[in-house]
């Protein structure tokens, strides 16, 4: 399933062969990590650049966003398992449940950062504050509830 295994004390569980719901890439997002152990934990507004190439057809949904200071991204995490229970986290040592984390290990690995919008060119927005893998799968973009300048 992935080309991660499990850590000291980790458990895992057969998952069923069925499909509920069925999503729509909507683009690819581009960072500069290519492997999970050099992705950051957690996003940054002072990261790096990181860009959303969204296929062309969404250039038009993005209208509006230009004037918004931050937004809310989700994506799939393509490369993580999906049938771990219990994981060991690397900063703690501890075992605890898939659902007491923000790990990328997880029943329906969708991520979400919140991002700093550096602007809008075309199709592609470049943000700052993302952590996930290079050529991450993109899902939606919504704008942040807390923050907006327009």
């Known amino acids: 399933m992935t080309e991660y295994g499990l850590r000291a004390n980790e458990e895992a569980v057969d998952l069923p062969d069925r499909a509920d719901a069925t999503l729509r890439f909507i683009g ?15 996003g940054s507004f002072d990261g790096p650049d990181c860009t959303l190439e969204l296929d062309d057809i969404w250039q038009p949904a993005l209208a509006g966003l ?7 991204v989700l994506y799939w995490l393509h490369k993580s398992r999906r049938d771990v ?9 501890r075992i605890t449940g898939t659902f007491n984390l923000r790990s990328p290990v997880r029943p329906n690995p969708i991520g979400l950062s919140r991002v700093a919008l550096v602007r809008v060119d075309g199709p592609n927005l470049v ?12 899902l939606d973009i919504k704008p942040d509830r807390c923050h907006h300048s327009a």
């Open 28 to 42: 690819t997002i581009r960072t500069p990590w290519k492997d999970r152990k050099d992705c950051p934990r957690q």
């Open 66 to 72: 230009e004037a918004r200071e931050t937004l809310e």
């Open 85 to 93: 229970l219990t994981q060991n986290p690397r900063h703690t040592g």
């Open 127 to 138: 943000v700052r504050g993302l952590d996930c893998l290079d050529g991450t799968p993109l």
